[in-house]
C-alpha cells in the first residue's frame, strides 16, 4: 500500500511536471508563432516599400525620357526656324548683289545697309529663342543623365553637341554674310576687290545651305527618334510587369 501511495504521488507529480513543460512550451512555440508573423510583416513592408520605390524609380526614368524629348523637340523647331531664316537672307543678300553686278553698266551699287539693319535686328530674335530652347534642352539632359539609359544619354549627348555647333555656325554665318554686304558696297576701304568679297559672300551661302540641310535632317528624324522612345519606354516596362 505504502509503494502503491509513493506511485501514486510520483505518478502525480510527474504529470503536473509534465504539464507545466506543455505550458511552457505552448507558451514559447505562441511567442515564437509571434515573433515570426511580426518578421514575416516586416519583410513584406519591406518588399512593398522596395516595389514602390522601383516602381517610382521607373516612373521617373519614363517621365524623363518623355520630357526630355519634348525639350529636344522644342530645340529642334527653334533652331530650324533661325537657320531657315538665316539661309533665306543671305541667299536674299547674295542675290541683291549677283543681280547687280551682273546687270549694271558703270553704275555704282544699290545700298544695302537699310536692309542689313533690318536683318539684324530681326535676326536677333530668332537667336535669342534658339539658344533659349537649346539651353533648356542642354539643362534637361545634365540633370536627366544619372536617371536616363546610358544608350539614350550616349545619343542625346551626340544630339546636344550637333545641335551646339549649328547654333554656333549659324551665328558666325549670318555675322561674316552681312559683313560682306558692306565690304561689296566699299571694296576700297578694305585694301580688296569687289569679286573677293563677292566670292566669300557665296560661300556663306553654301554653308548656309548645308545648315539649312542639317537642321531639316534633324526635324525629319524627330518622329523615328520618338518611335525609338517609344520602344525604349515599353521595354522598362515590360521588366515592370516581368517583376
Not at 10 to 31: C, I, P, R
Not at 54 to 75: E, G
Amino acid at each position: 500500500m505504502v509503494f502503491q501511495k509513493i506511485d501514486s504521488n510520483y505518478a502525480s507529480e510527474l504529470a503536473e511536471k509534465n504539464n507545466q513543460l506543455m505550458g511552457q512550451l505552448e507558451s514559447k512555440k505562441n511567442e515564437l508563432n509571434k515573433l515570426l508573423q511580426i518578421e514575416v510583416t516586416h519583410i513584406k513592408s519591406e518588399l512593398d516599400v522596395l516595389g514602390s520605390q522601383q516602381s517610382k524609380f521607373l516612373d521617373m526614368k519614363v517621365t524623363s525620357i518623355l520630357t526630355l524629348n519634348q525639350q529636344h523637340y522644342l530645340a529642334v523647331k527653334e533652331i530650324k526656324a533661325l537657320t531657315d531664316i538665316t539661309h533665306m537672307w543671305i541667299e536674299e543678300e547674295a542675290l541683291y548683289f549677283k543681280f547687280q553686278i551682273d546687270e549694271r553698266r558703270n553704275e555704282g551699287l544699290s545700298d544695302y545697309s537699310v536692309y542689313r539693319k533690318m536683318h539684324q535686328q530681326r535676326w536677333q530674335k530668332f537667336d535669342t529663342a534658339a539658344n533659349a530652347a537649346f539651353n533648356k534642352y542642354a539643362e534637361c539632359l545634365a540633370l536627366n543623365m544619372t536617371i536616363l539609359p546610358k544608350s539614350l544619354v550616349s545619343e542625346e549627348m551626340q544630339l546636344v553637341d550637333l545641335c551646339k555647333t549649328l547654333l554656333s555656325d549659324a551665328s558666325m554665318n549670318f555675322s561674316r554674310a552681312m559683313n560682306f554686304s558692306e565690304y561689296i558696297m566699299n571694296p576700297e576701304n578694305c585694301d580688296s576687290m569687289e569679286e573677293e568679297f563677292m566670292t566669300e559672300l557665296n560661300n556663306e551661302h553654301e554653308k548656309a545651305i548645308a545648315h539649312k540641310q542639317y537642321i531639316d535632317q534633324l526635324s525629319d528624324d524627330l518622329f523615328s527618334k520618338s518611335q525609338r522612345s517609344r520602344v525604349l519606354i515599353d521595354s522598362l516596362l515590360s521588366h515592370r510587369s516581368d517583376g
